[in-house]
């Protein structure tokens, strides 16, 4: 039985076939529409998402299985003070396979020991979220046809946006990849990622404050919101929430096909007038997102290998 | 000059730095042992002008000691079997640490499940650097 709590549980090999699998899904979708029947999806949110645990139920539900689950703590037995372990084991009894959410970083990790069905980490606090990562790199595959050899910049909140470091994990053990990592100095990127991961790696880097400055040496630009949740300070969040807006004028000038991604939902860091821009890939990424999610719930059930 | 006898089997454990021999007792869980253990602090020592030296009576199979390798590599381990020196154990880092070390990020899960094993796992020897199983935080004594 596999779980997934990183992007790097799956081999770049495994990450290949896992992506045609997301391919294949979304040319045939008749052919899987009743392949997880009998099957329950337990999405077990304790902190709020829409569109992650939409995403995951809509993808069970495109396979024909059925979904169950809470959405928040407070409607979780985690508000009469159950641990996350003891939680599992319950679930375990109840679901075939769990997504898990958590505000507290590990917590899926902690699940995952305690589990008899695979569990996916669907976010853990500003640390990872592996099911992001796997949708980012297929819209990547998709737009630009690999993974290789491209300029990718970061932007935003680059200390607490867990999936730009699930993003850069995933993406140093592609071939000639370099980072232009665009951030206040309060939102930088940690200095695990920093140290252990790109510099490990021997990955080029460089860090900036300004937006305008990385734009025309970018092959892809990730934006990311500032997320007032990760805060315990609310003045240091109203002074960083509109640090960066990508507007059209910053768009004149990227390369013609640079793709803007996020993993939304976003707030004001990038301007409605963007979305009519060919180069914004953000909605069709969401889409992605479901079909990837598909496939790894096929994956991981073992319906269909991956 | 005061005079501790010898044991018959068990550990020394030679060159510790002075001061930290109550701390080792209590990361080695020596208070949960029923063995005897004789603890010497400030003893003269030619190479680090004082040190502490704790000495075990136990069976030699009964101590975990990977853990000195993280508090103090320098630390001499001396295996005593029928009253003689039968070993001079090498210390390395642990590849894991369990319930040692606690995780100061209060993001991390272990800081509201009080009851989770706090795990630290080397993740570079080199800079001898140990990070959260969980959340990943590097450690920072």
Redesign the interface.
């Given at each position: 039985m596999r779980h997934l709590m990183s992007p790097l549980d799956f081999t770049t090999e495994e990450l290949d076939k896992l992506m045609d699998l997301a391919d294949d899904i979304q040319n045939n979708r008749e052919k899987y529409a009743e392949i997880c029947h009998g099957k329950k999806l337990a999405t077990c949110f304790y902190e709020p998402s829409t569109r992650t645990r939409l995403s995951f139920e809509a993808a069970m539900l495109n396979l024909g299985g059925s979904v169950l689950g809470f959405s928040s703590a407070d409607s979780s037995s985690a508000a009469k003070g159950e641990?996350?372990?003891d939680t599992i084991r319950v679930i375990s009894c109840y679901a075939d396979i769990c997504a898990m959410r958590?505000?507290?970083?590990?917590?899926p990790?902690?699940a995952s020991l305690h589990s008899s069905i695979p569990v996916i980490n669907a976010g853990?606090?500003?640390?990872q979220h592996p099911t992001q990562t796997l949708t980012d790199l297929y819209t990547i595959r998709s737009l630009k046809g690999d993974m290789s050899n491209m300029t990718i910049g970061l932007c935003g909140d680059l200390k607490f946006g867990r999936t730009v470091h699930s993003l850069i994990n995933a993406l140093v053990r592609y071939d000639n990849i370099k980072f232009v990592l665009i951030s206040p100095e309060e939102l930088k990127v940690p200095?695990?990622i920093r140290e252990?991961v790109l510099e490990k790696n021997g990955i080029e880097y460089v860090e900036i404050e300004k937006l305008e400055d990385a734009m025309p040496d970018l092959d892809i630009l990730y934006m990311t919101r500032v997320q007032k949740e990760r805060f315990f300070n609310e003045e240091d969040y109203l002074r960083m929430k509109d640090y960066y807006i990508l507007t059209n004028e910053k768009m004149e000038l990227a390369k013609k096909d640079m793709m803007v991604l996020h993993p939304l939902p976003r707030v004001n860091e990038i301007s409605v007038e963007v979305d009519e821009d060919p180069r914004a890939a953000y909605f069709k990424q969401a889409q992605n997102g479901v079909y990837i999610r598909m496939a790894l719930i096929l994956t991981l059930l073992e319906v269909a290998k991956c | 000059m005061l005079n501790i006898s010898g044991i018959h089997e068990g550990f020394v454990l030679d060159h510790i730095k002075a001061g930290e021999s109550m701390q080792i007792y209590h990361d080695l869980k020596l208070d949960q042992f029923d063995c005897t253990v004789a603890i010497i602090m400030n003893a003269k020592s030619k190479k680090m002008g004082t040190k502490d030296i704790i000495k075990v009576e136990c069976p030699v199979d009964a101590l975990d000691l990977d853990i000195l390798g993280y508090i103090d590599h320098n630390i001499t381990v001396n295996v005593i079997k029928h009253d003689v020196i039968v070993d001079k154990m090498s210390l390395h880092l642990p590849k894991e640490i369990r319930n040692v070390i606690s995780c100061k990020?209060p993001?991390?899960?272990?800081?509201?499940?009080q009851?989770?094993d706090q795990i630290f796992v080397l993740?570079?020897e080199e800079n001898e650097i140990y990070?959260?199983?969980?959340?990943?935080?590097?450690y920072e004594g």
């Open positions: 641990s996350v372990s958590h505000p507290k970083e590990g917590a990790l902690v853990d606090g500003g640390h200095e695990y252990d | 990020n993001r991390c899960i272990t800081s509201i499940e009851e989770l993740t570079d990070r959260c199983k969980y959340c990943e935080e590097k």
